[in-house]
């Protein structure tokens, strides 16, 4: 049996992001606000999210404000609805590798 991945909102952002719904609350592009999907794919500077139609979407983190759903499923233990989290996308820049590794320091020393 495998081990669930347990997401809080604390660390989601040293956590692998693929596969988790977003939206965009906020940007200095005004173009991006209201835009949702699924993010399919993340490089330093920009996250890619699969809209409603099967579009690819190209974000990018910096001056953006994004709005994360953790299924109840990964969320914390004995919580029995989604959780959504704002994360600022300046605390995101990063190779997503290098901002995994983090949370395991985190970890670690937490």
Do not use: C
Request: hydrophobic share 35%; glycine share 6%.
């Amino acid at each position: 049996m495998k081990s669930k991945v347990e997401i809080l909102p604390s660390t989601l952002i040293y956590h692998e992001l693929i596969g988790l719904e977003i939206q965009v609350i906020r940007s200095t592009n005004p173009a991006l606000i209201g835009i949702r999907g699924r993010v399919i794919n993340e490089t330093k500077n920009l996250l890619i999210i699969e809209n409603s139609r099967s579009r690819e979407l190209k974000i990018p983190k910096a001056d953006s404000e994004f709005l994360f759903r953790i299924p109840a499923e990964l969320s914390e233990k004995g919580r029995r609805s989604d959780t959504f989290v704002k994360i600022q996308g300046n605390l995101l820049l990063s190779q997503p590798e290098n901002r995994i590794k983090n949370i395991k320091k985190l970890r670690k020393w937490g």
